[in-house]
């Protein structure tokens, strides 16, 4: 059933809350590279003794460009009781909604599980109203995973959750979220030049208010592709392409934030901003200031980019 129009009135797009995590082990995660191209072992292997120092270094200095926008954050340190490489990809584990819903997700990587942090929660549970906690992680037990804004692109203000299928995004995971959420799902198959499964969908879109950029590309079926093109069509977006080699620099890892005056902004990293062309630049600063920032250890080693590190907070103010 298609999302009713007063959706728009009803939830933003996007928000000027945003939750992130400090990483305190960060590193090259070899449970994740078997499904994720994007990791890169040699690099890793390179930037292995550095990696932490590094990877924190970017995170503080992406920190500090988000403040200085006026952006409201939430940063909270990982631990070093347990091992997570990983934790600083926190929208991968939970997403926060307006209804006062959060949603727990079953992750594929036995130590991507750890990072999910009921204290956090309850932290958050100080300045926002949550109203309902939906647990979808029983079905790691079924080896079928759903692994958050990563394994989905979201339209808030529609309620259509788009999905590229892979080892990480089962399809009966999707339509628990969608049942529980009152979501509509669009689900596609993506892969790149080596027809290679695209391991998450918010590495190859991004979906803002009135645009989207979006790697039509790599998604090979006609049939999927149109049924994707015409969603964003009837949800008014402008869609702007990018190529599967502008995909590989994390131009589609970008995420529309807001600061508490309205002011929007789309947060990217440098290498994502350095591979679009001046037309995409201009086309996108008509909707949003650019904002960019170096993540290359991060990038390199982890195999996600700007828009994985950011949570949205959704929830309503108490």
């Known amino acids: ?57 970017e995170f503080d ?9 006026g952006v409201d954050l939430h940063i909270f340190d990982d631990t070093d ?15 926060f909604h307006q209804s006062g819903k959060v949603v727990l997700y079953p992750m594929m990587a036995e130590n991507r599980r750890a990072e999910r942090r009921l204290d956090i929660v309850e932290e958050l549970k100080k300045d926002f109203l949550v109203e309902e906690i939906i647990d979808l992680t029983h079905f790691e037990k079924e080896g079928k995973f759903l692994e958050g804004t990563g394994s989905m692109v979201l339209d808030r203000r529609y309620k259509v959750a788009y999905a590229c299928i892979s080892p990480r995004t089962h399809p009966e995971v999707l339509d628990a979220f969608a049942d529980a959420m009152g979501y509509e799902v669009v689900t596609f198959t993506a892969s790149d030049e080596n027809d290679k499964a695209i391991y998450h969908t918010n590495v190859l879109m991004c979906v803002g208010d009135n645009f989207a950029v979006v790697c039509l590309e790599a998604i090979k079926n006609p049939d ?40 929007k902004f789309l947060m990217m990293s440098t290498l994502a901003y350095d591979s679009l062309t001046e037309m995409q630049h201009k086309i996108l600063t008509d909707y949003a200031r650019i904002i960019h920032s170096d993540l290359s250890v991060i990038e390199g080693n982890g195999g996600g980019s700007a828009r994985c590190m950011m949570t949205e907070i959704h929830l309503p103010l108490r």
Not at 34 to 49: H, I, R, V
Not at 61 to 68: D, R
Not at 81 to 95: G, K, L, M, T
Request: charged share 25%.
């Open 1 to 57: 059933m298609r999302p009713i129009a007063t959706s728009i009135f009803i939830q933003p797009q996007s928000t000027a809350r945003i939750m992130m995590i400090r990483p305190v082990q960060f590193g090259f995660n070899i449970e994740t590279a078997a499904s994720n191209e994007f990791q890169q072992k040699d690099f890793a292997e390179k930037t292995n003794e550095i990696a932490q120092e590094k990877a924190r270094e």
């Open 61 to 69: 200095l992406m920190i500090s460009q988000l403040s200085l926008t």
């Open 81 to 95: 009781e347990v091992y997570r490489p990983d934790a600083v990809f926190s929208n991968n584990w939970i997403s």
């Open 224 to 263: 999927e592709r149109q049924q994707v093109r015409t969603m964003l069509d009837e949800t008014n977006k402008y869609i702007v392409e990018i190529s599967l080699e502008q995909v590989r620099h994390f131009a589609g890892n970008m995420l529309m934030v807001r600061n508490l005056k309205g002011d």
